[in-house]
């Protein structure tokens, strides 16, 4: 095992439980060994995730574990990383790795794929492969790593014990409700969360986030994000060229793209997106501040997330009065 000697951009935020013995070296090493060796930012979640309870060392520490970044920073990384550990460290009989759309959960199913294929020491640990209804990895040992899209029925029948929630700005209760209770009967279940900053509706990682950033009961909780600061002028626009406007300190840039800021000191990457992005995009996506609910309504946004039916199709013509 070598630890990388690098000291991690501290998160604005890291609630997490305490632990005396962690397996995260023994999952970076598998990185390693797959030539993916990980940022000091992706080893200390990884040391948080698979940390064992000091009281009960037959559990993880961390019932769930966010991490909450800038976009193409650490959080895809680190959700590889724990499918690694438990196809090949701690082996799951199943990780459920669940996605908004079916697209970004097939890349993520080939990118784990090539992972292992570079690896001869994985590869030959791997028992088949499926790629059809939805892709699958099971190794000898019987750990299986499924990839899905997310919906309200998604989940349903399935017994997972460790589940990776992608693009969990997008989570919705119906979601939630198909997939968190098939941990019920697992003896050691878990969650992990990725994602940017959240939209205004969405509820489920803004609550994740409220309890995360001040500490929760067996969670382990990470966001990187830029202060949010005044422009020079109070009525600025944050569009492109408007005289001091915040979204253009580069400063601000390296706070919250942690991994950006270590390979690229100049930000020109940043710099483009800054040009190309609306601002409210902009500062969501690669400043890390979020999008809050405006207004009071009758109906909360709970009530009315609540209210969602993914399956429901129209059935009959338009009608235009």
């Known amino acids: 095992m070598t630890r990388s000697s690098a000291t991690p951009a501290a998160p604005d935020y890291w609630t997490h439980p305490d632990w005396r013995v962690t397996l995260g070296d023994e999952v970076a090493d598998v990185g390693r060994m797959a030539g993916f060796t990980p940022y000091p930012e992706q080893q200390m979640l990884l040391d948080a995730t698979f940390a064992l309870d000091p009281k009960d060392a037959s559990r993880s520490a961390a019932f769930e574990t966010a991490a909450i970044a800038s976009r193409q920073q650490l959080k895809t990384g680190f959700e590889k990383l724990c499918a690694l550990g438990w196809l090949f460290v ?85 979601m939630m409700g198909a997939l968190l209770p098939t941990l019920t009967s697992v003896p050691d279940p878990q969650i992990v969360y990725g994602s940017s900053a959240g939209m205004a509706g969405s509820a489920i990682l803004r609550g994740v986030r409220d309890r995360g950033r001040v500490g929760s009961d067996r969670m382990a909780y990470a966001e990187w994000l830029a202060p949010r600061e005044d422009c020079a002028q109070p009525t600025c626009s944050h569009m492109v060229g408007s005289p001091g406007c915040a979204l253009d300190r580069v400063d601000l840039w390296r706070r919250s793209c942690v991994i950006t800021a270590r390979k690229d000191p100049t930000m020109k990457t940043i710099a483009s997106m800054r040009l190309s992005m609306p601002p409210e995009e902009f500062m969501r996506e690669f400043l890390g501040w979020w999008d809050e609910p405006l207004g009071d309504s009758p109906i909360t946004e709970d009530d009315w997330n609540a209210r969602l039916d993914a399956d429901s199709q129209i059935t009959s013509e338009p009608a235009f009065e």
């Not at 908004?100 to 791997?126: K, N, V, Y």
């Not at 190794?139 to 990776?164: C, E, H, M, Q, Y």
């Open 90 to 174: 701690l082996p799951q009989p199943l990780t459920i790795w669940s996605a908004h759309e079916f697209g970004t959960a097939q890349e993520s199913a080939r990118d784990m794929l090539a992972l292992i294929a570079a690896c001869p020491d994985l590869d030959r640990r791997i028992r088949r492969i499926r790629t059809s209804p939805v892709p699958e990895i099971e190794t000898k040992d019987g750990a299986r790593l499924r990839f899905k899209a997310r919906t309200s029925g998604s989940g349903r029948g399935l017994t997972g014990n460790k589940i990776i929630l992608d693009e969990a700005y997008a989570l919705q209760p119906g």
